[in-house]
């Protein structure tokens, strides 16, 4: 192995690590906000019995798996939200640095990483997108935007285009079936996609990828016993994530697109 290909092994290590860092912090979030809890002012806690967590119970991963799942101190078993949480974050850093480098975009997808998995987390055990996450997204794609070289005019008009199209399908869908179709966390998530998609047209994979998502998460959403009503952000989420980070899956459509016509 030469010098230049264990550097990047170092730095690719040291990527993962940071992630599962990220993650094991997103789990606080996801956990205390929308239970109105503070961040940061207290120790992390044993949701069962209440103790306060040791420097050995806290180590992304290795942590759960050490201790078999279970909590150190009380011995209730510990939801795997939180390894499977730090792994996703840990995987998307990795990623992100392979195939962008130490860039500012680097910084920036790991941080859409990030923030997806957070909001994937919040909608499907509290129907809710922080406003919080809301906003990294927002300013994360302008760093992913100014990084590319795309002109602030371009994620404002892409952030006007998601805003407008979250508000039709909204009131639509209520003018329509008498019923809501899309959340406001919905309808903010929209015009926050619009300034990493920076294009009106962009739009268009993302809305149907989103809906082919939405059908099949929907579906799994009632065999499951959860109702009719579900979660929609997970299905927002992991569009935009698969239009920005693989542009080919756009492209494609487009051509897919072409051909039918």
Not at 27 to 33: E, G, I, K
Not at 168 to 178: D, H, I, S, V
Request: charged share 15%; aromatic share 12%.
């Amino acid at each position: 192995m030469t010098g230049l290909e264990l550097s990047f092994l170092i730095y690719l290590v040291g990527a993962a690590a940071l992630g599962a860092c990220i993650g094991s912090f997103l789990t606080l979030v996801t956990y205390r906000l929308p239970r109105e809890e503070p961040i940061g002012m207290t120790r992390s806690r044993c949701p069962a019995c209440r103790a306060t967590l040791r420097i050995r119970d806290l180590v992304p991963v290795l942590s759960w798996c050490w201790q078999r799942g279970r909590c150190g101190q009380c011995g209730v078993g510990v939801s795997m939200r939180y390894p499977l949480t730090e792994l996703a974050c840990a995987i998307g850093a990795a990623l992100a640095f392979f195939y962008y480098g130490t860039s500012w975009q680097a910084v920036a997808i790991a941080g859409l990483w990030w923030s997806m998995v957070a909001i994937i987390l919040t909608d499907l055990e509290h129907t809710i997108i922080l406003d919080e996450v809301q906003i990294a997204v927002g300013l994360l794609g302008v760093l992913y935007g100014v990084a590319g070289g795309v002109a602030i005019e371009g994620m404002v008009r892409g952030a006007v285009a998601g805003a407008a199209i979250g508000f039709a399908l909204k009131y639509g869908f209520l003018y329509f079936r008498n019923k809501d179709g899309l959340g406001m966390g919905d309808v903010k998530f929209l015009a926050v996609a619009g300034i990493w998609l920076a294009d009106a047209a962009n739009f268009v994979p993302f809305l149907f990828f989103s809906g082919v998502l939405g059908i099949a998460s929907g579906l799994l959403w009632r065999a499951l016993g959860h109702g009719e009503r579900f979660p929609f952000g997970p299905s927002l989420a992991l569009a935009l994530l698969l239009c920005i980070v693989q542009p080919d899956v756009a492209n494609g459509f487009w051509q897919l697109y072409g051909l039918l016509r």
